[in-house]
């Protein structure tokens, strides 16, 4: 059963970037669609992008210009970056797998990591 | 605003049969298919229905989905307090480069 972890710092300063690393355990990253789901103090869900197969990415057009995924296959980790922070980057961030080749068919989720934009 | 829109909270007795709607366009819902997640608090979300209205293995059948048009619904009978929780639409949406679209969320509240 595959298992996944969101770790990273848990306080940003504004302006600067947001780094999260997704964790996967008992299944490769490769051949699956991986997307980012943010979710404000709240609020609901916010889909923020996805990695494809290892490489192919498609972020949310609202938030492109500040947003990178990227894989470490070597490591069977995910890494989300978002730059530029403000305010109202505060929320819960989850990683998810899509199990099918629907993108939001997203069956598999980590626990979320609370990310706090503060000076 | 999200471009799926969702009533914010429904209720029902113990018992009775909710639905809760999912609104959307042609770009979205009208042509990709709808995702239903279920939220309990402090938890992730957990798929619930698939493909308009496939439910994941495991989920119990008191939860359907159905989609007609720009629009979706998740209705969910015999309701029973465990279903007290913020529910979710999703969908493709194919405008500019693509995107992933969550409806706002529907509290369910059992009275």
């Known amino acids: 059963q595959v298992q996944l972890q969101e770790s990273g710092p848990g306080l940003v300063k504004p302006s600067e970037t947001l780094s999260l690393t997704c964790s996967v355990s008992g299944g490769s990253i490769g051949y699956y669609y991986w997307s980012w789901i943010r979710q404000s103090p709240g609020k609901g869900l916010e889909w923020i992008g996805y990695?494809?197969?290892?490489?192919?990415?498609n972020y949310n057009p609202f938030l492109k210009s500040r947003v990178t995924i990227s894989v470490d296959t070597s490591k069977n980790q995910l890494s989300l970056n978002v730059n530029s922070v403000t305010a109202a980057d505060t929320g819960v961030y989850y990683c998810?797998?899509?199990?099918?080749?629907?993108?939001?068919?997203?069956?598999?989720w980590g626990r979320g990591a609370l990310v706090t934009v503060s000076s | 605003q999200s471009v799926l829109t969702q009533p914010p909270s429904v209720s029902g007795a113990p018992g009775q049969r909710v639905t809760i709607s999912c609104s959307g366009s042609?770009?979205?819902?009208?042509?990709?298919?709808v995702y239903w997640y279920q939220q309990l608090p402090g938890m992730a979300p957990k798929l619930l229905i698939f493909?308009?209205?496939q439910r994941l293995s495991g989920v119990p059948d008191r939860f359907s989905g159905s989609k007609s048009g720009t629009s979706a619904s998740l209705a969910i009978s015999g309701l029973r307090s465990e279903d007290e929780a913020d529910y979710y639409c999703?969908?493709?949406?194919?405008?500019?480069?693509?995107?992933?679209?969550f409806g706002g969320g529907t509290r369910v509240t059992v009275l």
């Open positions: 990695l494809y197969n290892s490489g192919s990415t």
């Open positions: 042609t770009s979205n819902i009208g042509s990709n298919y």
């Open positions: 493909g308009n209205n």
């Open positions: 998810a797998r899509a199990d099918a080749t629907g993108i939001l068919f997203l069956n598999h």
């Open positions: 999703a969908a493709w949406d194919d405008t500019l480069t693509g995107r992933g679209l």
